[in-house]
């Protein structure tokens, strides 16, 4: 757990107005998968450095969540960097029995920008799912 925490503050300072822009160039690296490219994983390295325990521990959690949660994040991902400007993303994780995510996207507005909360429930890491066939 305390290394899916870090990773979520490493995700949230990505995804931040100070850093958003670093993405916006690599968006397309969020896109969506295709059947050629279907071994795209979502944990490449581009914001948890590749070859660091932190990035095995990411690794091995987005290996546990299930394609279809995968896929919508990056989708979110995707979108988030193509609109001007690029859309802030908050990420959250708590525990859950099976994998879910919730998604909240606050309007810009006069005043202020808006942003996307993306939270992600899951088993803790590393605690296989008791009906699971894996």
Do not use: C
């Given at each position: 757990?305390?290394?899916?925490?870090?990773?979520?503050?490493?995700?949230?300072?990505?995804?931040?107005?100070?850093?958003?822009?670093?993405?916006?160039?690599?968006?397309?690296?969020?896109?969506?998968?295709?059947?050629?490219?279907?071994?795209?994983?979502?944990?490449?390295?581009?914001?948890?450095?590749?070859?660091?325990?932190?990035?095995?521990?990411?690794?091995?959690?987005?290996?546990?969540?299930?394609?279809?949660?995968?896929?919508?994040?990056?989708?979110?991902?995707?979108?988030?960097?193509?609109?001007?400007?690029?859309t802030l993303i908050t990420?959250?994780?708590?525990?859950?029995?099976?994998?879910?995510?919730?998604?909240?996207?606050?309007?810009?507005?006069?005043?202020?920008?808006?942003?996307?909360?993306?939270?992600?429930?899951?088993?803790?890491?590393?605690?296989?799912?008791?009906?699971?066939?894996?």
């Amino acid at each position: 757990m305390p290394a899916l925490q870090t990773v979520i503050s490493e995700l949230n300072r990505a995804f931040s107005k100070e850093h958003i822009n670093e993405l916006v160039a690599r968006r397309e690296e969020f896109a969506p998968v295709t059947v050629v490219d279907e071994e795209k994983p979502l944990a490449r390295g581009l914001i948890v450095k590749q070859g660091t325990p932190l990035h095995t521990a990411w690794v091995e959690f987005l290996n546990s969540m299930p394609k279809s949660l995968q896929e919508a994040q990056r989708a979110i991902i995707y979108h988030a960097l193509g609109t001007k400007p690029p859309t802030l993303i908050t990420f959250a994780w708590m525990p859950g029995y099976d994998g879910a995510l919730t998604i909240t996207h606050a309007p810009d507005t006069k005043a202020t920008r808006g942003g996307i909360t993306i939270l992600t429930m899951s088993r803790y890491p590393g605690d296989k799912h008791p009906v699971s066939r894996s």
